[in-house]
């Protein structure tokens, strides 16, 4: 009776023990989540002005970069007294001061997605297209020099 007894005991000791590793071997549900939500991609932080520069060089790189050698691209915010197209409301926009050729672009960011409508070389009709801010940093802002170059471009912008 005594040997049962001291077997039973040893099992369920052992019982334990196996419970007791496998629990702290386990990842918490917490971990777990952190280590999902560090394996998808973060949003990148982006500024209304460096999102405007980085749509602008999606639509109309050479215009973009001229504009801002000559000093005259604006940014600003569609106003409600302003008189813009219908749909860009709540949009922020880069046009040249001197508006010669027509060239117009707003821009938003809603999420993870950029929408930019623009127009471009007189023609008045909005086209619109819509980018990922990842896609935008993907193609624009990845290298030290490219960063450097669309904070450059930033600082260059006219304020409206």
Do not use: H
């Not at 949003?43 to 801002?68: C, H, M, Y």
């Amino acid at each position: 009776m005594k040997r049962k007894v001291i077997i039973t005991i040893i099992i369920l000791i052992s019982c334990l023990w196996v419970a007791v590793t496998i629990n702290f071997n386990r990842p918490s549900s917490q971990q777990v989540q952190d280590e999902t939500q560090s394996s998808q991609q973060p949003r990148p932080k982006f500024t209304d002005q460096q999102i405007g520069v980085l749509a602008g060089l999606a639509i109309s790189p050479e215009w973009l970069k001229q504009n801002i050698a000559a000093n005259q691209l604006v940014y600003g915010i569609v106003k409600p007294s302003d008189t813009v197209p219908a749909g860009v409301d709540d949009y922020s926009y880069l046009v040249a001061a001197d508006d010669q050729d027509g060239t117009v672009i707003f821009f938003k960011a809603e999420g993870q997605t950029v929408i930019i409508k623009y127009t471009s070389q007189r023609n008045t009709k909005l086209k619109a297209k819509a980018l990922t801010l990842s896609q935008l940093k993907k193609e624009f802002y990845q290298t030290r020099s490219q960063k450097r170059e669309v904070d450059d471009y930033v600082a260059g912008l006219r304020i409206e």
